[in-house]
């Protein structure tokens, strides 16, 4: 018998959110020569005001749990299969919410559901999610939430990067077959006040 293959494919969105201030360049040059001294000193200003990206890229953006019996559970938080993967590659910290474009099991379990969750992962030489993250195994939605996976991942390169652990059970009822959701994750500027 051919067993069922369950395989996710991942759309990531590049986050196009790109605020500029104002940047203002300004150079303040003073001279003072003294006619009774040999020498003399000046000072010079430079000023820059640096525009804010809000970037995330998928390091990893394929989870494919082969095949799972019915009424049985496998999840990423063991590395088999690995988990999503993201990096902040922009120049603010971010929040990550995500979204599904269909349930996994369509029919016969619609999402939002136990049957197909995710949850903050940890990456241990980079960023460790929070107990609260951690411990929070999230329906997946269909539709755009405030549901947060990350909050506050930061853009300082040792602790950018962080997993979305996926957790999948299958319906006693589900027929057989590969069965496939795209996620859609969201990077969402949280600098506050200095990117308004
Ligand atoms: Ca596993
Ligand atoms: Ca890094």
């Known amino acids: 018998m051919k067993l069922p293959n369950f395989e996710f494919n991942i759309n990531y969105e590049l986050l196009a959110v790109v605020l ?12 003072v020569i003294l006619n009774t001294s040999p020498a003399g000193f000046a000072t010079g200003t430079v000023y820059v005001n640096v525009s804010c990206t809000t970037s995330i890229i998928m390091l990893n953006n394929n989870v494919s749990f082969g095949t799972i019996d019915r009424d049985t559970s496998n999840d990423t938080t063991d590395n ?13 910290a971010v929040n990550i919410t995500l979204t599904a474009n269909s349930s996994l099991f369509s029919n016969e ?3 939002p559901n136990i049957y197909f969750q995710a949850a903050c992962g940890n990456v241990t030489e980079e960023r ?7 411990n929070a195994w999230s329906n997946i939605p269909l539709t755009p939430t405030t549901i947060l996976k990350v909050v506050n991942l930061s853009f300082t390169n040792t602790v950018d990067e962080i997993e979305i652990d996926i957790n999948v059970t299958v319906p006693n009822n589900v027929s057989a ?3 496939s959701a795209t ?7 949280n600098s506050g006040t200095i990117c308004p």
Do not use: Q, W
């Open 20 to 31: 500029v201030s104002a940047v203002t360049f300004a150079s303040i040059f003073n001279a």
């Open 80 to 92: 088999i299969p690995l988990p999503f993967r993201i990096r902040n590659d922009g120049n603010v």
């Open 109 to 111: 379990a619609p999402s």
């Open 128 to 134: 460790n999610c929070s107990t609260a993250e951690t």
């Open 177 to 179: 077959g590969g069965k």
């Open 183 to 189: 996620l859609t994750f969201t990077g969402i500027d």
